[in-house]
């Protein structure tokens, strides 16, 4: 099949017709190569090209890159959190930020007006004794440079979050981030909405952003990755004995099963 109007035909038509294209390609005038030859895709107009650290080894999380954003787990938040059961969210966000401590992982705990919202919850607050959490009127965390300048003077690239709410506190620094080259990584089990529909959509917008969703056990066991590393390793089964409520329950039962085997040996 010709093309007698010399005109540029759709990639569907070009891709049937490869030896049609190229005697078509030689009719061109040369005042329209350059339209022809070097156009960038219209799909990819408009669009800002992603760092690839999405898949093979390097898209695991590694302690020594990671840093953590524990933001506004509060009495105000949780008073309408109602994606989740609260308990499950304080549990979790503790367990994450124990973990965090067991590798050696910086962690900023803040909170957003806390004189009206409340201080940041007591267990959270215990993980980090000595830390003051920062106090924020920005809603978006991302805004505030007491937080950003702590970020970017580590030179972590790998940064996790975890927030109340899903949809606002965790959505706007995330996305805020992901603009400026870091490879953001949300707690969504760590982190919750006014409602089941607003945290889902919330994840659903993050990642469609660029964002990887993970839970915190995840977390955890990306860090630690080998069981020979057996200075975390001790630290890592503590939390999951407090925490990780049946792998917590399961861990107990063997210990008791090995002591029981060693009594048994005597």
Partial sequence: MSNPTNKVLPVSWRARHPAQVHRDHEKIPPHHLDRVTKSKPTHLKGTTIMSDNKTGLKALLRPEDSIVVLIDHQPFQFANLNSHE???????????AKGAKAFEVPTILTTVL???????????????????????????????????????????????LAALWTEVCLAMPAIHALGEGYDVFVVTDASGGASKESHDMAVRRLVQAGAVPITWL?????????????????????????????????????????????????
């Fill in 86 to 96: 609260p308990t499950m969210i304080v549990n979790n966000v503790i367990g994450l």
């Fill in 114 to 160: 806390e004189e009206r919202g409340g201080y940041i919850i007591k267990g959270l607050q215990d993980v980090f004794p000595d830390q003051k959490p920062i106090n924020r009127t920005w809603v978006n965390t991302w805004e505030d440079t007491n937080v950003t300048d702590v970020v970017k003077k580590s030179g972590r690239k790998q940064l996790i």
């Fill in 218 to 266: 995840a977390v955890l066991s990306e860090w630690q990755r080998d069981w020979a590393r057996e200075k975390t390793a001790g630290l890592l089964a503590g939390v999951l004995a407090e925490h990780g409520g049946g792998t917590g329950v399961a861990f107990a039962w063997e210990l008791q099963l090995l002591a029981s085997g060693q009594k048994a040996s005597k």
